[in-house]
């Protein structure tokens, strides 16, 4: 079992930069990938980075690309996204998720944090 706490987010101005983090604990085996989802409210909710362990796999989904970076600490198995630039449709509730493989889909991930609240006015 792996348990994922959250810490980061809060309110910002467009424009502005926030950050998350996620710290993994538990089975390593089942945290070898690691990142962020969010969901808006009305909205599915969507894949927004994920890192794999040694960083051989990182993907962002288009809406984020250039201005979020995500980046890991293998040895606290801890994932970190830093989000500039932030716009208004970045509100979101946003969710760290682990897997024992990568993928962009959210069947992919059996482990979730509890949410953490991104707000840009």
């Known amino acids: 079992h792996v348990q994922l706490v959250e810490s980061g987010g809060g309110s910002v101005q467009a424009g502005g930069s926030l950050g998350l983090a996620c710290a993994a604990s538990?089975?390593?085996?089942?945290?070898?990938?690691m990142g962020w989802f969010r969901q808006a409210p009305g909205k599915e909710r969507e894949g927004v980075s994920f890192?794999?362990?040694?960083?051989?796999?990182?993907y962002y989904a288009d809406s984020v690309k250039d201005r979020f970076t995500i980046s890991r600490d293998s040895g606290k198995n801890t994932v970190f996204l830093l989000m500039n630039s932030l716009k208004p449709e970045d509100t979101a509730v946003y969710y760290c998720?682990?897997?024992?493989?990568?993928?962009?889909?959210?069947?992919?991930?059996?482990?979730w944090g509890h949410g953490t609240q991104v707000t840009v006015s």
């Open positions: 998720a682990a897997a024992g493989s990568c993928g962009i889909d959210s069947r992919t991930y059996n482990h």
């Open positions: 538990g089975d390593t085996y089942s945290s070898v990938c």
């Open positions: 890192i794999s362990r040694r960083g051989s796999f990182i």
